[in-house]
């Protein structure tokens, strides 16, 4: 039975309301921002858990060496079927993000769509931090973006069902919410997903699978990210457009920009999750 993941073409017709060129705005001026330019101009950039490797596409179209890198053969397949189509270079990876060894370093490193909801457990995330701090230069930024805890602790922020109109068809999914719920102790939701595309002319296709979630706190990240060592929380926004902080009431992501120190700050003084700048608009765009 194909999974939510063997299914490219469905996953990106329910994350189609994304404004990814935003997105990669964003990216690109908090690496401005924050990245140590000692060693020259942002030139490489690796996206892991990349799926169809939308932003890994678009900063590739801006000029960047890039690599997208996932578990899933399908994904790595349309990934290399959507840059072949426009002539993008792309390298492209099948690995897991929780050990892999590519043999280089990278001058940026990005998560997307809270991706690591997919490292169940403590000792998958810091084998992910060691594993994106081997491949990041001193002064090079990992920029991560998880879903907002006010999802758990407080109101939904982000909806678990919508219907977005897409080429002349309608795409209509369900990402968890209804009656999952999040096991207290592990921290794992069995999400049960579903994406139902009608597609113009009439043709129907459904995907539906239930796929583990495991909520990461902001705390329990600052936490980990200081046992790993090798980063620096240098900043945290709520949302991609205006820099909101994730404090912020409107806030509706969780994004985390973290520095490459070099090994004598192996092991960082605390970073609060403040960020910078002012506050902006209410989004309710949906999410997983
Ligand atoms: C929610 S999708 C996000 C895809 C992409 N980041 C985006 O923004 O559209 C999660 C992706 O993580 C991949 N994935 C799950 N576990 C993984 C692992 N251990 N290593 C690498 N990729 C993994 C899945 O195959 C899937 O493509």
Request: hydrophobic share 40%; aromatic share 6%.
């Amino acid at each position: 039975m194909p999974g939510i993941y063997d299914e490219p073409e469905l996953y990106e017709a329910a994350c189609a309301y994304r404004d990814v060129l935003g997105e990669v705005d964003a990216l690109l001026r908090w690496s401005g921002r924050y990245r140590h330019s000692a060693e020259g101009p942002l030139r490489s950039v690796l996206e892991l858990a990349a799926g169809p490797a939308e932003h890994s596409r678009e900063l590739a179209r801006r000029g960047l060496d890039a690599t997208a890198l996932d578990l899933s053969a399908a994904m790595c397949a349309r990934a290399r079927e959507l840059a072949a189509a426009d002539a993008t270079r792309l390298t492209v990876i099948q690995a897991d993000m929780r050990d892999f060894s590519l043999g280089r370093r990278f001058d940026l490193a990005i998560t997307m769509l809270n991706s690591l909801c997919h490292l169940l457990t403590l000792d998958d995330l810091l084998k992910h931090l060691a594993s994106v701090a081997r491949h990041l230069a001193p002064g090079s930024l990992y920029i991560t973006e998880l879903a907002h805890p006010a999802d758990i602790f407080a109101e939904r922020r982000t909806s678990s069902e919508w219907t977005s109109e897409l080429d002349g068809g309608t795409v209509r999914v369900r990402w968890g919410g209804g009656t999952d719920e999040i096991d207290p102790i592990t921290q794992i939701t069995r999400e049960h997903v579903s994406i139902t595309y009608h597609k113009r002319g009439g043709s129907v296709r459904t995907v539906t699978d239930v796929v583990p979630n495991r909520f990461w706190s902001a705390t329990e990240l600052v936490a980990a990210i200081r046992l790993a060592g090798g980063f620096a929380v240098v900043a945290s926004y709520g949302d991609f457009d205006a820099d909101t902080p994730v404090e912020a009431p409107d806030a509706w992501r969780m994004i985390l920009v973290l520095r490459r120190e070099d090994m004598a700050s192996e092991f960082p003084a605390p970073a609060p999750l403040t960020a910078t700048t002012t506050p902006a608009k209410t989004s309710t765009t949906p999410a997983s």
